[in-house]
């Protein structure tokens, strides 16, 4: 079996379909990825192997799939009317206790991106690019009501920036993200930088 993707016609309900994505991320919480196979896959959720590479192509497919699945609501659905709004709207859209598992499993998958060029290239078309496209519209929104001015060079950075605050708050701080520090950062840092008053 290859892990190249090739076009399939969904034969999964929405249902089964979310069972699946939750066996895979309790393996990849047990065991990470690169110990997690299409093998353990069929036998923790009863699926044939062959069902599994003909809807997903391969491992990576999979997996970064299931992350986006778990992902409550989009980007591009939040407008609050400010980007102060959206943005700590944005953050609300997770409870604490699932950033700190989501979090983890992002440390993870961005360790074994480094190693798996399938898990990275499925990682970035299938979660970063989209994600990002998504928070660039809520961006164009702002700059749209006049709340940020077109030319402001931060704009180029936001994501790197919130991303790195969700990413990098373990490492620093030795603890995990939550909304309360999300949220603070977001009116400490980020809104300033776009030139956007944080009360």
């Keep these: 079996m290859t892990e190249v993707a090739t076009p399939r016609r969904s034969r999964i309900t929405p249902e089964r379909e979310a069972e699946l994505y939750a066996a895979v991320l309790d393996l990849l919480r047990e065991v990470g990825y690169d110990a997690l196979t299409m093998d353990a896959v069929a036998a923790r959720t009863r699926s044939s192997k062959a069902t599994l590479y003909r809807q997903w ?13 778990q992902k409550r609501g989009g980007v591009a659905d939040i407008d609050t009317g400010s980007l102060r709004g959206d943005l700590h709207a944005l953050v609300a859209q997770e409870d604490d206790c699932t950033m700190e598992q989501n979090s983890a499993l992002m440390r993870a998958l961005a360790m074994a991106a480094h190693t798996n060029p399938d898990l990275r290239q499925a990682f970035k078309e299938l979660l970063v690019e989209p994600e990002m496209e998504e928070f660039q519209r809520v961006l164009r ?26 990413a990098t708050r373990t490492l620093i701080d030795d603890l995990p993200p939550t909304r309360a520090f999300l949220i603070a950062y977001t009116d400490a840092v980020v809104l300033p930088a776009l030139g956007v008053p944080s009360t």
């Design 57 to 69: 192509g391969g491992k990576a497919e999979l997996v970064v799939k299931a992350m986006r699945h």
């Design 141 to 166: 929104r702002a700059v749209e009501r006049g709340e940020v001015r077109a030319d402001n060079p931060a704009l180029d950075y936001i994501v790197h920036m919130l991303v790195g605050a969700f």
